[in-house]
């Protein structure tokens, strides 16, 4: 998608993290994905599957992390092509956001069914 948006000429590059929040040098941009993204594998996404919560929530989120990085490695920037009226992001955001989503309200669902258990 990202090659035909190029194509196009409505790609964006961005600098930044988080929605412009995060900036900094592009070295310690990355340097700082891989740590939040090893992180993540590490320690959340194992947790969510031991919750019972789907997989895909996790993979979402650490394949849309992932897709930046390698758009961060290749170009300093990642490429947003999506634009809204408040932000313009890309898939790979997209999915990052559907799966923090998905992993809140399911974690959260989770937890009522074992409070409910735990009463019973």
Request: no cysteine.
């Amino acid at each position: 998608m990202k090659s035909l948006a190029a194509q196009g000429g409505i790609v964006a590059g961005n600098p930044a993290l988080a929605f412009g929040v995060v900036g900094g040098p592009a070295r310690l941009l990355i340097l700082g994905m891989i740590v939040v993204l090893l992180a993540f594998i590490r320690f959340v996404a194992p947790r969510a599957a031991s919750l019972g919560l789907s997989p895909v929530l996790p993979a979402l989120i650490a394949g849309g992390m992932f897709a930046n990085l390698v758009d961060r490695l290749r170009f300093g920037v990642t490429r947003d092509f999506i634009v809204t009226p408040w932000v313009t992001i890309n898939v790979a955001d997209v999915a990052v956001i559907a799966g923090a989503v998905g992993l809140f309200f399911a974690a959260v669902r989770q937890m009522y069914k074992l409070r409910d258990a735990l009463r019973a």
